[in-house]
């Protein structure tokens, strides 16, 4: 009927995965019993590459192991696009049933504009038009979803043309004479300046860019965690990655990619930006770790809220390893612990056998 939560949730589909679904795609969205919903993967079914019982195979594993990652979501709703949709979509339920203890899944098919859900093994509701939720998008902060995946692939790309350089001689200087607490304060500072993309300023995002990459970790993990609090810290600091001269670009790719990951934003955008990751200097090691974490279907916000507890202990022991490094001599009055005069100076800164199905969280 119009109306119907299934409807309107069907209709999101497109907005929460941020591109248009077409006539090979399923997807697999995880829910709690009060309605909330959890971990998703789309996937492409190919029949190029594996039959349907293989795919329908591989799919469902992928599904378990969502779901063994996050336990409050049991039940899945599998919906099905295009003529052949519903057929796979009953092919990956019986996969899955077959292959796990979770719960008998919600399945849903969607083709030409409508949308009908299976009550018996053969049968289904009479079909209806996908109601419009382009106000609800709107509402959600959800960019309206783009015409196909490679279209939005192509928006998470290094631009051609970097946007900054490196910092001033005396910037680097300052922040070189600074505690790294200090620099990760004016790191998500800058930050907060630049989630207004009117005022993406080419020495702010040096700014950020610098502090980001040149360590300590914790000044990174800092930025990563301030990016991963919402969609605009996340999408500035993917603008400073994407702005970034070449020798940069590594870094500030798994630092972006990271942070996006982290904000539970989505995996194609996440997995476009790790290819430009660092995969073989300081950063190689968190590169691989997130990218473990997306593929095992780890929950995201839980492993925001383990770095948020390891960032301030962590930025502590850095600045002692700092204040080791100095001799008596090089602290400025007022002893180590007297606030530098870097510090009061930047605070006043103003505003194949075969192979599987492509498949994303």
């Known amino acids: 009927m119009p109306g119907s939560p299934i409807g309107e949730f069907l209709s999101s589909i497109p907005a929460q995965f941020g591109y248009v679904m077409n006539d090979r795609h399923v997807v697999a969205v995880g829910m709690a019993r009060d309605g909330r919903t959890g971990p998703r993967i789309v996937a492409e079914w190919d029949q190029a590459v594996a039959s349907d019982q293989d795919l329908a195979e591989h799919i469902a594993a992928h599904v378990a192991r969502l779901a063994k990652a996050s336990p409050e979501h049991k039940v899945f709703l599998l919906v099905g696009y295009g003529r052949d949709g519903a057929h796979r979509a009953a092919l990956l339920r019986d996969?899955?049933?077959?292959?796990?203890?979770?719960?008998?899944?919600?399945?849903?098919?969607?083709?030409?504009?409508?949308?009908?859900?299976?009550?018996?093994?053969?049968?289904?509701?009479?079909?209806?038009?996908?109601?419009?939720?382009?106000?609800?998008?709107?509402?959600?902060?959800?960019?309206?979803?783009?015409?196909?995946?490679?279209?939005?692939?192509?928006?998470?790309?290094?631009?051609?043309t970097p946007a900054f350089g490196d910092i001033k001689e005396r910037d680097r200087a300052l922040f070189s004479a600074s505690p790294p607490s200090f620099r990760a304060e004016v790191a998500t500072a800058t930050l907060d300046r630049l989630t207004r993309p009117a005022l993406d300023d080419p020495n702010q995002m040096a700014v950020l860019a610098h502090l980001t990459i040149s360590g300590p970790k914790a000044v990174r993990d800092a930025v990563m965690l301030a990016a991963a609090a919402d969609a605009e810290h996340a999408a500035a600091l993917v603008r400073v990655y994407r702005g970034a001269p070449e020798t940069m670009r590594p870094a500030l790719a798994t630092a972006a990619g990271t942070a996006l990951f982290l904000s539970g934003g989505g995996s194609v955008e996440t997995e476009a930006i790790l290819v430009h990751a660092?995969?073989?200097?300081?950063?190689?090691?968190?590169?691989?770790?997130?990218?473990?974490?997306?593929?095992?279907?780890?929950?995201?916000?839980?492993?925001?809220?383990e770095l948020a507890t390891q960032t301030k202990p962590a930025l502590d022991e850095a600045d002692l390893r700092w204040k080791a490094t100095l001799s008596s001599s090089a602290f400025p009055k007022g002893g180590p612990t007297g606030a530098h005069p870097a510090t009061e100076r930047m605070r006043e800164v103003p505003d194949r056998l075969w192979n599987p199905p492509c498949m994303e969280r």
């Open 95 to 160: 996969a899955l049933l077959a292959t796990s203890a979770l719960p008998d899944p919600l399945v849903a098919h969607v083709v030409d504009n409508t949308w009908r859900v299976q009550v018996r093994a053969d049968a289904w509701t009479t079909p209806q038009d996908l109601p419009d939720v382009s106000a609800e998008t709107v509402l959600a902060g959800l960019p309206s979803p783009v015409a196909s995946r490679d279209e939005l692939v192509a928006r998470y790309q290094p631009s051609p």
């Open 278 to 305: 660092d995969r073989a200097g300081d950063n190689a090691r968190l590169t691989a770790l997130v990218a473990i974490a997306k593929r095992s279907g780890l929950n995201p916000h839980a492993l925001r809220a």
